[in-house]
């Protein structure tokens, strides 16, 4: 079933948001990611027992442009969340977020902890996480690193085809997976989503100076911190500290995983993301 499109106009802007799910609403997104009617591997994994809000942050398919660059930022990215939810008439929702879009819901989390029932914090990190992790594949010294950035840079390219695009997409992917042979079955919905480079490209920027641990006790949200114990885009010890310095929070460890616990082990995901929203008052 395709997703619900929808434009939300707010006092920040418009902004494009698709829905599925029924139950307690709960947003979603990535900080460079474009998605579409087609949906998103992790966001569908909550529509079950979630009415899920897929948003296109700004810049990202059709919702609102930056004016300035540092409207592309963290912080402002959650003041445009902010402003959803409550065009949408929500005092409370959940956030759940994978990769940059957990470092997303930390801030998220550290701000408006207050307007936020839960949050879900998968292969993430509070700070930078590349330059003193050797088991990072955006450092230097991991074997895997020169690949990975020239598959990124290739699939920024204006002028690669669909095909070209497609073909390292999926080779990017396999890097991030504990076993990669398994990529079709993880991988076998029609789900199609773009990256928008003028985000990704404010995002690498932002990243160099990117560490809020200090500010992880001023979360109030109930949070569950998931990592695959084989992650190699955001290690885990990264999860650990997470974990460690906001209060109550729950880590989930998948060991048969990489960066796509979710997929990697899917029931066992699916299980613990109940036990965590049953336990919420």
Same mark, same amino acid.
């Given at each position: ?6 434009? *939300? ?21 990535? #900080?460079?990611?474009? /998605? ?7 966001? =569908? ?9 897929? *948003? ?7 919702? =609102? ?13 959650? /003041? &445009? ?35 936020? @029932? ?8 509070? $700070? =930078?996480?590349?330059? /003193? ?13 020169? $690949? ?13 085809? &669909? @095909? ?7 080779? @990017? ?21 773009? #990256?928008?480079?003028? $985000?990704? &490209? ?5 990243? %160099?100076?990117?560490?809020?641990? $200090? ?13 695959? @114990? %084989? ?13 460690? #310095? ?36």
């Amino acid at each position: 079933m395709a997703w619900e499109h929808k434009m *939300v106009a707010t006092s920040r802007g418009e902004f494009e948001v698709f829905a599925k799910g029924v139950g307690d609403p709960l947003c979603v997104t990535h #900080l460079y990611s474009e /998605f579409n009617e087609t949906g998103d591997y992790f966001a =569908e994994a909550f529509t079950k027992t979630n009415r899920v809000y897929l *948003v296109n942050l700004r810049e990202a398919g059709n919702s =609102e442009k930056a004016q300035h660059p540092y409207e592309l930022s963290m912080l402002e990215s959650v /003041f &445009d969340l902010e402003a959803i939810r409550t065009a949408l008439g929500f005092e409370r929702w959940g956030f759940a977020g994978h990769s940059t879009g957990g470092m997303l819901g930390i801030v998220y989390g550290i701000y408006f902890s207050a307007h936020l @029932r839960s949050l879900v914090i998968a292969g993430a990190a509070a $700070r =930078e996480y590349m330059t /003193f992790s050797k088991d990072c594949i955006y450092n230097p010294e991991h074997p895997q690193f020169l $690949r990975m950035q020239e598959l990124i840079e290739n699939l920024k390219s204006p002028e690669a085809t &669909d @095909r070209q695009k497609q073909q390292w997409k999926v080779e @990017r992917t396999k890097l991030s997976l504990a076993n990669p042979d398994h990529y079709e079955s993880y991988f076998s919905r029609p789900i199609t989503k773009k #990256l928008s480079v003028v $985000r990704m &490209d404010f995002f690498n920027r932002e990243l %160099q100076l990117f560490d809020v641990t $200090r500010k992880l006790h001023l979360m109030e949200t109930p949070s569950l911190i998931i990592c695959g @114990r %084989q992650d190699i885009q955001c290690p885990i010890v990264y999860s650990q500290e997470m974990a460690e #310095l906001i209060p109550g929070a729950r880590l989930a460890i998948f060991e048969n995983s990489n960066h796509y616990p979710f997929l990697e082990e899917k029931t066992q995901f699916h299980q613990i993301y109940k036990e965590y929203i049953d336990g919420l008052t």
